[in-house]
């Protein structure tokens, strides 16, 4: 296991490839649920779990059942049947251990199920044809970048509604300069060598 491929990993999925601001994945949840940093800490842990499980199944699907059977062409609907199946377990651990998170992330919870950028790091691992444990870490660090980019933008959000902003940007407009003033600033980290 080559621990510096690992680590190239974690930084291109944090920074330079982060879901939200260099690839525009997962834009709902983080427009829904950026507006309290609880719920986007809330939301931050319960998609790095799916995701990081996600990647690690999907994975062990794909090469140990779909490859072997020639069924590679379900791919995608075994991925959304195992995320989905995912969501189902952290939406009920949830609902049990913090219902007042559980009422706070609303509709966005069990749209993790749809949120494109766990399928989408899902299918990024196939593509890029990372072995379990690149996958597996893959999987994670991409969460943590979407999480970041969650806690960040809620941060800031929090802190929007306490400020003199002109009316004509007030509201959803605010949070789309702020969203595309966020991505510039991501967009500093592509020119990391790695």
Sequence with gaps: MDLGKLFSIIILSIFINNFVFSQFLGICPFMGVSKKSDSALGMGMAVTFVMTLAS???????????????????????????????????????????????????????????????????????????????????????????????????GIRERLEYSDIPEAFKGVAIVFVTAGILAMAFMGFSGMKI
């Design 56 to 154: 690690g199944v999907t994975w062990l699907i794909y090469y140990k059942i779909l490859v072997p059977l020639n069924l590679e062409y379900l791919n995608i609907i075994s991925f959304i049947l195992i995320i989905a199946s995912l969501v189902q377990f952290v939406e009920m651990f949830i609902q049990k251990s913090s219902p007042n998170l559980y009422k706070s992330l609303g509709v966005f919870l069990p749209l993790i199920t749809t949120n494109c950028a766990v399928l989408g790091v899902a299918i990024l691992n196939l593509q890029k044809e990372y072995n379990f444990i690149e996958a597996t870490v893959n999987g994670f660090a991409a969460a943590v970048g979407f999480s970041i980019a969650l806690l960040l933008m809620a």
